[in-house]
């Protein structure tokens, strides 16, 4: 069987010939994003996020879907020396293995912004182990996301955090949504025990470092508690998703869940109980409870609403006592997938966009680091249409006008225009793709309004949760018609609530208690079965006139 060998690391692994390179890597890391590899498309040649270069040895040659998806998306750039210079780059998951092959990958961003702060609270320490014996008894808190997983060490005496740490979800390198990966643990042999394998493994390695960065040992730790969205729990659980990847998209297990961390393949003391937060729904899961608990949404005395924006987004409203929540499949596109030039919140993205005052009305815009520009993320692509739109370079329908507005390099018409923005392109592919996620979020916020019988006025306030959200200006999102105009209402963020939700799981028994009752007391709203929903989706996709 040939050789790859992936530099610089020096890593060698055997494959079968016609492998493709991104199957080899799969076998040579359990991380590849460690390696500087995404796949949110989990390999099928529609992302460009495997992107490397193949220095010598004999593989297949590129073929037009590649070469085309490469050109679109400003790829090919970086050379064998890291540098920006005249070496094409290849998609590791159209590259087939001929013969022995040495692979060069690209630099991994160690500059990407992960959000792990959370609602404040205050709770008095109760938590569900016994404390006994010299100190210090710690706890570990985990949000297992979609995207990424972040950890909190916590002193259950004190009830302090100690420190956080985040890194990306390693299941990504199989899909970069969760439908993908749970059809890769139904489809692919091995796969559901190769994904509960990586979660597992993030999930040590995030507490080695916790335990590093505060000078403990991991046998401190003596409680733990994760949260999730349904089919993360239920992957790092090894529970049957069968149910859970087909309509109506039904949990094997809804309520809380405790297994040892030896089970689990956690490298903290095996005997130590992890307590799982129950689900609400197929796709409203521990994490969203989370959510609940740290807003406290549940003792909302006015009408309040939250909405946790990611890949899917889950909605809750709160009326009288009652919660009514959906989740809705707003995509990828605000954390950069399926956008030309989209990228998460690192250096080199733009995060900022407006437009300066006085005449002539030129767009600015800021990039994390200072660096030169070299995509687009979430908050700064909320920000664009916003400034398109003022500016009259975007109509009600989504068609960009770009000549309608100064400073910007426009490229093509029709369906193929493009603007540029610091020589960072924004394509009408782009408007479509962010229509779609904006849609989906805004409907979804219609739907509970109506199926609740609230009116936009009665909303008196408003919390966006998770990293996008946090990053997002409420103003812009309600100018591209994202969210309502809700004019009473305050909005507020607050960043990782999931992860705050389950500190205080960990922190309180009581508030495990107060999770069980509000998961059990939500009325799920099934937005694809309600009549008429369709229809308010597509009117959902056009952008406000004013």
Same mark, same amino acid.
């Given at each position: 069987?040939?050789?790859?060998?992936?530099?610089?690391?020096?890593?060698?692994?055997?494959?079968?010939?016609?492998?493709?390179?991104?199957?080899?890597?799969?076998?040579?890391?359990?991380?590849?994003?460690?390696?500087?590899?995404?796949?949110?498309?989990?390999?099928?040649?529609?992302?460009?996020?495997?992107?490397?270069?193949?220095?010598?040895?004999?593989?297949?040659?590129?073929?037009?879907?590649?070469?085309?998806?490469?050109?679109?998306?400003?790829?090919?750039?970086?050379?064998?020396?890291?540098?920006?210079?005249?070496?094409?780059?290849?998609?590791?998951?159209?590259?087939?293995?001929?013969?022995?092959?040495?692979?060069?990958?690209?630099?991994?961003?160690?500059?990407?912004?992960?959000?792990?702060?959370?609602?404040?609270?205050?709770?008095?320490?109760?938590?569900?182990?016994?404390?006994?014996?010299?100190?210090?008894?710690?706890?570990?808190?985990?949000?297992?996301?979609?995207?990424?997983?972040?950890?909190?060490?916590?002193?259950?005496?004190?009830?302090?955090?100690?420190?956080?740490?985040?890194?990306?979800?390693?299941?990504?390198?199989?899909?970069?949504?969760?439908?993908?990966?749970?059809?890769?643990?139904?489809?692919?042999?091995?796969?559901?025990?190769?994904?509960?394998?990586?979660?597992?493994?993030?999930?040590?390695?995030?507490?080695?470092?916790?335990?590093?960065?505060?000078?403990?040992?991991?046998?401190?730790?003596?409680?733990?508690?994760?949260?999730?969205?349904?089919?993360?729990?239920?992957?790092?659980?090894?529970?049957?998703?069968?149910?859970?990847?087909?309509?109506?998209?039904?949990?094997?297990?809804?309520?809380?869940?405790?297994?040892?961390?030896?089970?689990?393949?956690?490298?903290?003391?095996?005997?130590?109980?992890?307590?799982?937060? +129950?689900?609400? @729904?197929?796709?409203? &899961? *521990?994490?969203?409870?989370?959510?609940?608990?740290?807003?406290? %949404?549940? !003792? /909302?005395?006015?009408?309040?609403?939250?909405?946790?924006?990611?890949?899917?987004?889950?909605?809750?409203?709160?009326?009288?006592?009652?919660?009514?929540?959906?989740?809705?499949?707003?995509?990828?596109?605000?954390?950069?997938?399926?956008?030309?030039?989209?990228?998460?919140?690192?250096?080199?993205?733009?995060?900022?966009?407006?437009?300066?005052?006085?005449?002539?009305?030129?767009?600015?815009?800021?990039?994390?680091?200072?660096?030169?520009?070299?995509?687009?993320?979430?908050?700064?692509?909320?920000?664009?249409?916003?400034?398109?739109?003022?500016?009259?370079?975007?109509?009600?329908?989504?068609?960009?006008?770009?000549?309608?507005?100064?400073?910007?390099?426009?490229?093509?018409?029709? +369906?193929?225009? @493009?603007?540029?923005? &610091? *020589?960072?392109?924004?394509?009408?592919?782009?408007?479509?793709? %962010?229509? !779609? /996620?904006?849609?989906?979020?805004?409907?979804?916020?219609?739907?509970?309004?109506?199926?609740?019988?609230?009116?936009?006025?009665?909303?008196?306030?408003?919390?966006?949760?998770?990293?996008?959200?946090?990053?997002?200006?409420?103003?812009?999102?309600?100018?591209?018609?994202?969210?309502?105009?809700?004019?009473?209402?305050?909005?507020?963020?607050?960043?990782?609530?999931?992860?705050?939700?389950?500190?205080?799981?960990?922190?309180?028994?009581?508030?495990?208690?107060?999770?069980?009752?509000?998961?059990?007391?939500?009325?799920?709203?099934?937005?694809?079965?309600?009549?008429?929903?369709?229809?308010?989706?597509?009117?959902?996709?056009?952008?406000?006139?004013?």
């Amino acid at each position: 069987m040939p050789e790859v060998e992936f530099r610089p690391y020096g890593v060698r692994v055997r494959v079968p010939r016609g492998s493709t390179v991104l199957e080899a890597a799969r076998l040579a890391s359990g991380d590849l994003q460690a390696w500087g590899l995404d796949a949110p498309c989990g390999g099928q040649g529609r992302c460009g996020g495997c992107t490397v270069v193949v220095e010598s040895g004999s593989a297949s040659g590129a073929d037009e879907r590649e070469v085309e998806l490469l050109a679109r998306r400003g790829l090919g750039q970086w050379g064998a020396s890291g540098r920006r210079g005249l070496t094409a780059s290849r998609l590791a998951c159209r590259v087939r293995v001929t013969g022995d092959l040495a692979v060069r990958l690209p630099p991994p961003s160690a500059q990407a912004r992960f959000q792990t702060s959370g609602a404040q609270w205050t709770v008095k320490p109760a938590p569900a182990v016994r404390l006994r014996g010299p100190g210090p008894h710690l706890g570990l808190a985990v949000d297992l996301g979609t995207t990424k997983i972040a950890a909190y060490l916590v002193d259950l005496e004190k009830g302090d955090i100690l420190d956080t740490a985040a890194c990306l979800n390693p299941q990504a390198a199989h899909g970069h949504d969760v439908i993908a990966r749970l059809s890769h643990a139904l489809t692919a042999p091995g796969g559901r025990e190769s994904l509960r394998g990586l979660a597992a493994g993030a999930v040590n390695g995030l507490a080695r470092e916790l335990c590093g960065l505060t000078g403990h040992a991991p046998e401190s730790i003596c409680d733990a508690v994760v949260v999730g969205n349904t089919a993360m729990h239920h992957l790092f659980l090894g529970l049957e998703i069968k149910r859970l990847a087909a309509a109506p998209f039904r949990p094997e297990v809804a309520g809380p869940v405790e297994v040892r961390a030896g089970e689990l393949g956690l490298e903290i003391p095996p005997a130590v109980r992890v307590h799982f937060l +129950p689900c609400i @729904a197929g796709y409203a &899961g *521990g994490d969203h409870v989370a959510v609940l608990l740290a807003t406290e %949404l549940d !003792l /909302a005395s006015r009408a309040s609403m939250v909405l946790d924006i990611g890949t899917n987004t889950e909605i809750s409203l709160a009326r009288d006592g009652k919660i009514t929540c959906c989740s809705c499949a707003s995509g990828p596109a605000f954390e950069g997938a399926h956008i030309s030039r989209g990228m998460r919140a690192e250096t080199g993205a733009v995060d900022r966009v407006w437009l300066e005052d006085g005449e002539g009305a030129v767009p600015r815009y800021s990039v994390i680091g200072g660096a030169e520009p070299v995509g687009y993320c979430g908050s700064a692509l909320v920000d664009l249409l916003a400034v398109l739109l003022e500016a009259g370079a975007l109509d009600g329908s989504g068609r960009l006008r770009p000549e309608a507005l100064n400073g910007l390099a426009v490229l093509g018409a029709g +369906p193929q225009a @493009a603007v540029s923005l &610091g *020589g960072v392109p924004f394509t009408q592919a782009d408007v479509r793709q %962010l229509q !779609l /996620a904006k849609g989906a979020i805004r409907s979804g916020v219609e739907a509970l309004l109506a199926a609740t019988g609230t009116g936009p006025g009665e909303v008196a306030r408003v919390y966006l949760a998770g990293a996008f959200g946090v990053a997002v200006d409420p103003r812009k999102a309600v100018r591209i018609g994202m969210l309502p105009a809700l004019p009473a209402a305050e909005f507020v963020t607050v960043g990782n609530a999931a992860g705050a939700g389950a500190c205080l799981a960990l922190l309180s028994a009581p508030e495990r208690k107060r999770a069980e009752a509000v998961a059990r007391s939500v009325t799920y709203l099934e937005l694809a079965a309600l009549p008429g929903y369709q229809e308010l989706f597509l009117e959902s996709l056009g952008f406000p006139d004013t």
